[in-house]
């Protein structure tokens, strides 16, 4: 049973370009979380998605970062016109389908880095 | 005040020392608290979850003191592989995961 995927690992961008990361979570489980992590800090929750559906996106900056979770393939993060404030490390992580207070499985991560 | 606190260390001690370390939280509606631990570059995977009446797994235990809003982590008899970071999590409640709230880690560096 694969864990949690994530790619790339590692995502080199110049400012003003596009990011896509990739997360397919693990098999059986139909939520997804995208944190971020800048270096020396904490995570901090971005989305919360489920199937064809965003749950919850309190995290996610208004502007240029988007995500989505389709029905079929894994989920994606969009960032647009990048900036260098945008590097930072990425973490998707999933869970199964009971809901909150239940572990949260990590992928291991992109690593973002802006020109 | 951070909805979640924890000394970010260094914790630095010898192989075979017990070393604790504490995360404060403000919200006392908080239901679920874990501590993940953290390698270098790494994902956060779970260690354990903190129950109520207190929990162990061999070497490690983790506490909750609700009246103080902290809970701790206790490791005895470090060994190295025990360097990394810890974060401790807390979930107000079965609500929105977007409170769900990780601390900033605690570094503990184990030296032979």
């Known amino acids: 049973n694969a864990g949690v995927m994530q790619n790339p690992r590692h995502l080199v961008r110049r400012r003003g370009q596009e990011a896509r990361l990739r997360c397919s979570p693990m098999k059986g489980h139909s939520h997804v979380y995208w944190y971020r992590q800048l270096p020396e800090e904490g995570l901090k929750f971005m989305v919360y998605?489920?199937?064809?559906?965003?749950?919850?996106e309190s995290g996610m900056p208004k502007e240029r970062f988007s995500a989505e979770f389709p029905k079929e393939g894994p989920s994606i993060l969009r960032i647009q016109q990048v900036v260098r404030g945008d590097s930072a490390a990425y973490f998707c992580?999933?869970?199964?389908?009971?809901?909150?207070?239940?572990?949260?499985?990590f992928g291991p991560g992109t690593r973002l880095t802006v020109l | 005040r951070k909805e979640v606190e924890q000394d970010p260390g260094p914790f630095n001690v010898p192989e075979g020392a017990t070393v604790a370390f504490n995360c404060t939280y403000s919200n006392s509606a908080s239901q679920s608290f874990f501590w993940y631990r953290q390698d270098c570059r790494k994902e956060p995977k779970l260690l354990m979850s903190?129950?109520?009446s207190g929990n162990e797994d061999g070497r490690f235990t983790a506490q909750l003191n609700r009246a103080s809003q902290y809970i701790s982590l206790l490791i005895r008899d470090s060994k190295l592989s025990d360097s990394a970071t810890y974060l401790c999590v807390v979930i107000p409640g079965y609500s929105s995961a977007s409170k769900i709230i990780f601390g900033s880690g605690t570094r503990l560096s184990i030296r032979p």
């Open positions: 992580a999933s869970s199964p389908a009971t809901g909150d207070g239940n572990e949260q499985f």
């Open positions: 903190v129950y109520s």
């Open positions: 998605l489920q199937k064809e559906n965003i749950i919850d």
